[in-house]
């Protein structure tokens, strides 16, 4: 227990040190714990899980091919509130197929552990934390991230009630996104859910991140007729 408050305290200093925002607490997070990259993700109406913070070569390539996806440990923890460490991130699962597929593919290896992001019933989104080297997580290691993901959540609703914009502001590609899939909704005159899926579909298709797709669409040099005959891959566990 004395190790996982010392971690927590140094969580606080760091996370004040870096400028108290949501991009400090990803750093503050591979300062503190045993891992080499972090991410904090956002659930966003229809778009879903996206991350608003990362840090780490490897947690960047991850979250991009499970936000493509819309399936993997984040997503499972966000819908369970179950923390969810995968060992080995090419391990097969059933529950997200398409995500596994995706890291093998990319020659992807490691570890990755998905902590919700949670306050009673209100989900809020995920912390994820990642090791290069295959393995379980420490129970220690777990553990601390459980109390750091506690303080997170309390800084997001903090910040709401506040509106703070350092933990508030969505990153420039969700709202590339959103943009993206607002023209494929009044060209194709498809619904909210189904524009995102297209675009997810779009993005496994072209071998690209949906961020890519969203800035090709927007600049038109991908049309979106592309995304007509795009179907949505099935996020086992979603």
């Given at each position: 227990m004395a190790q996982?408050?010392?971690?927590?305290?140094?969580?606080?200093?760091?996370?004040?040190?870096?400028?108290?925002?949501?991009?400090?607490?990803?750093?503050?997070?591979v300062q503190v714990l045993p891992v080499r990259g972090a991410a904090i993700l956002i659930g966003e109406r229809h778009l879903g899980l996206?991350?608003?913070?990362?840090?780490?070569?490897n947690a960047a390539r991850i979250e991009g091919l499970q936000a493509v996806a819309g399936a993997g440990p984040a997503v499972y923890a966000h819908a369970t509130g179950i923390p969810v460490p995968l060992?080995?991130?090419?391990?097969?699962?059933?529950?997200?197929?398409?995500?596994?597929?995706?890291?093998?593919?990319?020659?992807?290896?490691?570890?990755?552990?998905?902590?919700?992001?949670r306050l009673?019933?209100?989900?809020?989104?995920?912390?994820?934390?990642?090791?290069?080297?295959?393995?379980?997580?420490?129970?220690?290691?777990?553990?601390?991230?459980?109390?750091?993901?506690?303080?997170?959540?309390?800084?997001?609703?903090?910040?709401?009630?506040?509106?703070?914009?350092?933990?508030?502001?969505?990153p420039p590609a969700s709202v590339s996104i959103h943009q993206?899939?607002?023209?494929?909704?009044?060209?194709?005159?498809?619904?909210?859910?189904?524009?995102y899926a297209r675009l997810r579909a779009l993005a496994a298709r072209q071998g690209l991140?949906?961020?890519?797709?969203?800035?090709?669409i927007i600049a038109r040099r991908l049309p979106i007729a592309a995304a007509l005959d795009a179907r949505p891959p099935n996020p086992h566990g979603d």
């Open positions: 996982i408050d010392r971690m927590t305290e140094r969580f606080g200093s760091a996370l004040r040190l870096g400028g108290g925002d949501i991009s400090a607490a990803c750093q503050a997070c996206w991350p608003w913070s990362v840090t780490g070569d060992p080995d991130v090419t391990t097969p699962c059933p529950r997200w197929p398409e995500f596994a597929a995706a890291v093998t593919r990319e020659s992807i290896t490691g570890a990755m552990v998905s902590i919700p992001l009673g019933m209100a989900r809020l989104g995920t912390l994820d934390l990642f090791d290069p080297d295959p393995g379980m997580p420490a129970p220690s290691t777990i553990a601390a991230a459980r109390r750091i993901a506690a303080l997170v959540t309390a800084e997001l609703v903090s910040a709401q009630s506040a509106r703070a914009p350092g933990w508030l502001t969505p993206a899939a607002g023209m494929v909704i009044a060209h194709l005159n498809v619904g909210a859910a189904d524009a991140t949906l961020s890519e797709v969203a800035e090709r």
